[in-house]
């Protein structure tokens, strides 16, 4: 299997060496020359120009960021061949996914999330979302899942519009929220020193906040403006915000208590297992203790 990388960020690199670790023979393309050449003297790959490494490759993994993809799908337009297998990482999937059946129209496509980091080891207990959008798509997305399960990996199949409803969930409202957190804690001059008093809850927040602030920009804006449903999220947390802090300026500890009381039972008829987050939130930060 010859697989060509289009991308020397991070997760292009990533996947770099681990096609390489299963026997694939790689060629990685980015816009930045003198990074390809550490890179094939490193990894022991070959280099080339974006066109250049589609045309010889039986897969193509796109991981350019989501602001500069469509720019390299076109460039590579007119180097497919006819059932080339074309995929994307990106973290959202209704726009790349339109973008490589806009221009990509005799390649075999299909929309991929691998859920998770550079810091990964491998896929092995890793979530990993395929998003076919027809018949031709969801055979090739199947075979592919098969191939995922048997390293490990916990493959789900879903339409693009699914996923980037469930990701306006699990990527942009914690980024939101986490944002919103650092702007608010770095305004407090007692911020530095809150942090060697903190608490399990304060340290979860806290660690949310910095992490988030850590992450890349372009990412993060484009996960933002490119989730359709996600404007609406974030408008109903402020609405339940604001409400929150309405009984709090009110001193009503009835209604805070009640609305507490509510809130648990509506956790306990979605999901009776929610009384363990505790207990994990305490394991996940027990582990960073020094």
């Avoid at 990388?5 to 816009?31: E, P």
């Avoid at 221009?103 to 092995?124: I, N």
């Amino acid at each position: 299997m010859r697989t060509a990388i289009l991308g020397a960020g991070k997760m292009g690199v990533w996947f770099a060496k681990y096609c390489k670790s299963k026997g694939d023979t790689v060629v990685i393309a980015d816009r930045n020359h003198t990074k390809l050449e550490i890179l094939k003297t490193e990894l022991d790959i070959e280099i080339a120009n974006f066109p250049a490494a589609v045309k010889g490759a039986d897969r193509v993994l796109i991981c350019v960021s989501i602001s500069s993809f469509e720019e390299i799908v076109k460039k590579i337009s007119s180097a497919i061949h006819k059932d080339q297998v074309i995929m994307d990482i990106c973290s959202i999937k209704e726009y790349p996914v339109n973008v490589m059946h806009q221009y990509l129209k005799d390649a075999l496509v299909l929309g991929t999330h691998p859920v998770f980091g550079p810091g990964s080891t491998g896929v092995k207990h890793k979530a990993y979302v395929l998003t076919p959008t027809n018949p031709r798509e969801a055979a090739y997305a199947e075979e592919f899942k098969n191939w995922l399960e048997k390293e490990g990996a916990h493959v789900f199949i879903m339409s693009p519009q699914k996923h980037d409803e469930l990701m306006s969930l699990i990527l942009g409202l914690p980024h939101f929220i986490g944002l919103v957190a650092c702007e608010t804690l770095l305004s407090r001059p007692s911020f530095l020193e809150s942090k060697k008093l903190a608490g399990t809850t304060y340290r979860m927040l806290f660690t949310l906040a910095e992490a988030t602030a850590q992450e890349t920009p372009d990412l993060y804006a484009n996960v933002q403006t490119k989730l359709s449903d996600l404007g609406n999220l974030e408008e109903s947390f402020i609405k339940n915000a604001q409400e929150w802090l309405h009984l709090i300026k009110k001193k009503d500890s009835e209604a805070i208590i009640s609305r507490m009381n509510r809130l648990k039972t509506k956790l306990i008829e979605v999901d009776d297992d929610y009384s363990k987050s505790y207990e994990i939130m305490y394991k996940m930060l027990e582990s960073t203790e020094e």
